[in-house]
Nanobody
Framework: VQLQASGGGLVQNGGSLSLSCAAS????????MGWFRQAPGKEREFVAA????????YYADSVKGRFTISRDNVKNTMLLQMNSLKPEDTAVYYC???????????????????WGQGTQVTVSS
């Protein structure tokens, strides 16, 4: 499976960005999807996840109320709408797909077997 993340860029404090992840190579609609991010010198951390049937979503406390995850199982894409961005949101953002079909949605990195190449998000203060 291939994942291609896009949409990153430079934005001012309080601004908005929308990230997109395009998937190919398997039945996208059967798998949970997630966004993670990694800032310089820090470990990769969970941002948001969405279940295979869009029935549930999960967010890290740090982004709850500001970010919205969604997916289109017809277009095989996943989106992350990021509003009220802060300088501490600066990181490389990665999209990921779970390793098993129809499983429970999880914020745990080890539950995701497939990763995109990452897209840089920089929020200036």
């Amino acid at each position: 499976v291939q994942l291609q993340a896009s949409g990153g860029g430079l934005v001012q404090n309080g601004g908005s960005l929308s990230l997109s992840c395009a998937a190919s190579g398997r039945t996208f609609s059967n798998y949970n999807m997630g966004w993670f991010r990694q800032a310089p010198g820090k470990e990769r951390e969970f941002v948001a996840a969405i279940s295979w049937n869009r029935g549930s979503t999960y967010y890290a406390d740090s982004v709850k109320g500001r970010f919205t995850i969604s997916r289109d199982n017809v277009k095989n894409t996943m989106l992350l709408q990021m509003n009220s961005l802060k300088p501490e949101d600066t990181a490389v953002y990665y999209c990921a797909a779970s390793g098993s079909a129809f499983g429970p949605t999880s914020p745990r990195r080890e539950m995701y077997a497939y990763w995109g190449q990452g897209t840089q998000v920089t929020v200036s203060s």
